[in-house]
């Protein structure tokens, strides 16, 4: 009875370590997307303040020259 108790035991706790465990990488992943999703849209905004400001400078060094 102790042996089987003990084991019954040891394999409850480590089911709910698992589920635990996938519970959390499974956060990992959604924050990760969420990340890429960020990281996509300020490369899109970096693209147009470079382009704006590459458009001003020529501009401006027109107007020096």
């Not at 042996?3 to 409850?12: A, N």
């Not at 698992?18 to 996509?40: G, H, T």
């Amino acid at each position: 009875v102790g042996v089987g108790y003990r084991l019954s035991s040891h394999e409850k706790i480590c089911t709910e370590r698992m589920a635990q465990l996938i519970k959390s990488i499974d956060e990992l992943k959604k924050d990760v997307k969420e990340m890429r999703a960020d990281m996509n849209k300020w490369k899109g905004a970096g693209s147009i303040i470079i382009l704006l400001g590459s458009i001003l400078g020529s501009v401006f060094y027109f107007f020096i020259k």
